[in-house]
């Protein structure tokens, strides 16, 4: 697993031991980031079950201002710090060993981009996107990405957010969400919405 663009490309990223955390392939990665595009850029990134860091550090590596890996395992927040010290990207990170349904209910901060990638078959994801939608931290042009397993897809009754695009690469479905009525929602970004983009 590694860095694959921009300020740390071709860093190796330590793996978090044992089996309870799946990281993202670096195809899928390539992919996400292909599609997230400039809007990285500039953004602040939200990493939920962060598990290696693999994503947050991706986008600060491609630009973005600022990441926040949240993760509620020892071992996955040490090797997350031990990445961000690695790729030199520590000074715009912070890593939160706190469960990611108790720093949903109690941030006050907003984020271009939430990326969510919980372990699989545990109803996490739409648990973690009902709760988005109770507590939005999301921009107004921003973008939710769930990364999941496509079986557990189903469709989800969101009040603030809608299903903008999928993408499926072999075992795993990438989701993106976005504001149903941005000229309702929070603040305002620089960044291209995904449409235009």
């Known amino acids: 697993m590694r860095v694959i663009a921009g300020e740390a490309k071709g860093y190796t990223l330590k793996m978090v031991p044992g089996k309870g955390t799946r990281p993202v392939s670096d195809r899928v990665k390539e992919s996400l980031f292909n599609i997230l595009g400039q809007r990285v850029v500039g953004a602040y990134f939200l990493d939920l079950f962060a598990g290696t860091g693999s994503v947050g ?11 926040v890996f949240v993760e509620r395992a020892g071992k996955a927040v040490r090797v997350i710090e031990e990445n961000l010290e690695h790729t030199h990207l520590t000074e715009w990170a912070d890593v939160l060993h706190v469960d990611v349904f108790d720093l949903i209910a109690r941030c006050q901060e907003q984020f271009d ?51 903008l695009d999928q993408r499926k690469y072999g075992s795993t479905l990438l989701c993106f969400y976005e504001h149903k009525d941005e000229s309702a929602s929070g603040p305002e970004t620089a960044t291209e919405s995904m449409a235009s983009s």
Do not use: C, M, N
């Open 113 to 163: 981009i939430i990326y969510v990638a919980p372990p699989q078959y545990r109803g996490l994801w739409s648990e973690t996107l009902l709760a988005l939608d109770r507590h939005p931290l999301l921009t107004r042009r921003g973008v939710i990405v769930v990364q999941i397993f496509p079986k557990e897809y189903e469709p989800l009754a969101l009040e603030h957010y809608t299903l």
């Open 57 to 67: 550090i991706e986008a600060l590596s491609r630009g973005a201002e600022r990441a």
